[in-house]
């Protein structure tokens, strides 16, 4: 290792993810690294578009929402011509490691990089969904979850005043942290995930015994869910209940913004150190991941091979506080 270090923000973004820049490239430094800091993700990595980050480079970003390298979704990384133009790149400035802050996609090109090539990449969980395999926590997750509540708890307070059904969309294509755990904390009545089967079932059986007691019901629907989206799904419902007033909201990318959480802060903080202690310990192809409060290695081979979702036990929990038996 020749402690030339490449850093990288890759697929959606997550609020927290200038956190982990900034602990990367102060850990790196201060360990005698030279960090580059490699602006678009992937596409710019295959561009070049890669400068050298000094420690006032990273000074007043922990606060602000997004990532300051800038972040894309590549096709051209999924190829193997796209994975040797960045090879080149890295090799071109004698950069020998790199750390990817990004989801399931960034780490599927990650480990292929690292497989193909002599890069070793570190990955860092950032995405809002919170559902790669190995941690129990991705960067980005606590913030979007607040601001998803936040949103619900105001729909929530027209809902209530006019006796109405709401069928909010929240992200997660593949998962449902996000609509589980927002229904959890908003008192909500239902949440649709991409994990179940049969929701729309579950939809008409709780809006068939729903009376004037119920103030307002809130529905949450992931975009991912295997019955449609938010509107699909409402759509179908009116349909069925063609009496009941329904109204749809959908969060969409807001989801993203804003100032990251303390929480979000600080785990994307000692995640950026334990990269850079993990380069030192020369460990190969691993992602950070976080359990029981403490920082561990994952293998990315892994953390791209497997999935991790939301079980049913944990719905039937959340959905059951969410309304009362007469
Ligand atoms: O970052 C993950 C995620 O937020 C998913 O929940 C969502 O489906 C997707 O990103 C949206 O991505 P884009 O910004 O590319 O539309």
């Known amino acids: 290792m020749n402690r030339k270090t490449g850093i990288l923000t890759s697929g959606g973004d997550a609020p927290g ?96 990089l690292s497989m193909e090539t002599d890069i070793n990449v570190i990955g860092i969980p950032g995405t809002i969904d919170n559902d790669l395999y190995g941690t129990d926590y991705t960067i980005g997750y606590d913030t979007a979850l607040n601001t998803v509540v936040q949103a619900i708890d105001k729909i929530k307070d027209t809902a209530n005043s006019h006796n109405r059904v709401f069928f909010i969309e929240v992200m997660g294509r593949d998962a449902g942290f996000i609509a589980m755990n927002s229904c959890v904390a908003c008192g ?34 992931a975009e991912g869910s295997k019955e449609g989206d938010a509107r699909t799904v409402s759509e179908q419902i009116q349909k069925d209940f063609p009496n009941i007033d329904i109204r749809l909201s959908i969060l969409g990318h807001m989801q993203r913004g804003g100032s990251p959480s303390a929480k979000d802060r600080i785990v994307a903080s000692y995640m950026g150190i334990a990269a850079i202690q993990a380069l030192l ?8 991941g976080w359990k029981n409060e403490q920082p ?21 929990c959340a959905e059951s506080i969410g309304t009362f038996q007469n």
């Open 281 to 288: 310990d020369n460990q190969k192809s691993i992602m950070i």
């Open 296 to 316: 561990v290695h994952v293998p990315l081979s892994k953390v791209v091979k497997m999935n991790k979702q939301v079980s049913h036990e944990e719905v039937l």
């Open 17 to 112: 993810m200038n956190a982990a820049i900034r602990a990367v490239t102060r850990a790196g430094i201060n360990n005698g690294f030279e960090m580059f800091g490699v602006r678009k993700g992937y596409t710019g990595l295959m561009a070049g578009d890669i400068f050298r980050l000094e420690p006032l480079d990273v000074s007043g970003v922990i606060q602000n929402g997004g990532t300051f390298l800038q972040t894309s979704r590549s096709e051209e990384f999924r190829t193997v011509a796209g994975r040797r133009r960045a090879y080149e790149q890295l090799h071109e400035r004698g950069i020998d490691s790199l750390v990817v802050i990004g989801g399931d996609g960034s780490f599927t090109g990650a480990n292929l």
């Open 188 to 221: 909500a009545e239902v949440a649709v995930i991409p994990e179940e089967d049969n929701q729309l079932e579950k939809v008409r059986k709780h809006l068939s015994t729903r009376d004037d007691k119920n103030r307002s019901t809130i529905i949450i629907v």
